[in-house]
């Protein structure tokens, strides 16, 4: 079998896939309805019986208290996780702070990753990432007005922001703001860490996402900067290297999400097929006897195996031979999972009828949020004209 997990991979996912059956699986019900506030407090003691297990914040590499897992071997754990709502929370490997923990692991400086990495990875803190503007199409990153102008040895950000997941409770913000306005236009802008409790960090409002405001870990901050005053040493890498830092962040993040996704999938899957078997649509005749929903099961058997071996394939030319050489593959994967991961979604649901549409199971919550699988680390639409137009270059160099 093409891209069998190894053993020890194997075993850690029967673990995994224990304690989410056991321990996670049962908060849903209660807690999806309820918000994360309540859910916050039921998953902090599961937050530690996972340290004691091993099993934390299994991306980063063992010195700094994770499980040292190359990017493919984490894919198969981030796929496992995906299964439940709170997994990658409880396992300390959620977006965004997943994405931050890698940006400071690669560039951070020794100061850094003292005092922001470190409490990150040992789940102390939490963190986000402000880069859409409400005022810009977020699918042309390199137009955006906030900017961080230099004092001496600091930077004054002004800007707004919007979508900046799990804002709310975070103890540090990565922004991205324009540094030289007259630099080329992938030189213009820097990262740069900006603490919450900063009094020019803004949190206007949590942005209702699908009839839910959220809660703390749960939500999407609008941000402004008001003239918020940071040390020149809270930039991450060369100032102008913004762009080039935000397409490292995305490259593994694409593995992360696509493979998260297809956990949401697999459950789904599951949660479809055991009520297709189990419901009866009149004494002795299950749902499960009725031709359209054996097309649904296949459909979707097919199109999730298709989905994994796409990432698990994606995954491992970037072990190999680095993201860029793997670019194509990283948007072939982003647009072709999310749409399979909506049509999975949207079949559960449908199978379940009613109950689908309740938060008696996940699959209203996750049809809701992942909706926006097609549009947030890039629109689909954008992954596809990149994919098309490298392919076309190729053609139109044989054109006479
Ligand atoms: C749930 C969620 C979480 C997010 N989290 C974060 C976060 O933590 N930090 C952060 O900075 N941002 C975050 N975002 C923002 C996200 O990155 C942007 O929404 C995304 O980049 C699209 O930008 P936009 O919303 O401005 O849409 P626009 O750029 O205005 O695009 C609108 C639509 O136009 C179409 N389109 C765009 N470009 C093209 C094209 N070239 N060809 C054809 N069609 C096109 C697409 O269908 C697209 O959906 C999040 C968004 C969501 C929904």
Redesign the pocket.
Known sequence: MLYAPPPHIADMIQTIRQFLREELYPLERIYIPRGFKGAEEALAPLRQKVKKMGLWAPHMPKEYGGLGLSLTEFAYISEELGRSVFGHYVFNSAA?DIGNMELLLAHGSEEQKERWLKPLIAGEIRS?????EPE??????VWMSTTAVREGDEYVINGH?W????ADGAAFTVV?AVTDPDAPKHRRASMIIVPTDNPGFVLEANTP?AGHVGEGYFT?GEVRFVNARVPVSNRIGEEGEGFILAQERLGPGRIHHTMRWIGIAERAFDLMCRYAVQRELAPGDPLSSRQIVRAWIAESRAEIDAARLLVLDTAARIDEQGAYAARNEISEIKFFVAGMLQRVLDRAIQVHGGLGVTDYTPLAYWYG?ER?AR????????HK?VVARRILREYEKHVS
Do not use: L, Q, W
């Not at 986000?128 to 859409?132: E, G, I, K, N, R």
């Open positions: 965004p986000c990432f402000s880069m859409t810009h199409a977020g699918s042309n990153p922001k979508f900046s997941t799990s991205m996402v999407h949020h926006a549009i947030y680390d890039g629109a689909d639409e954008v004209m």
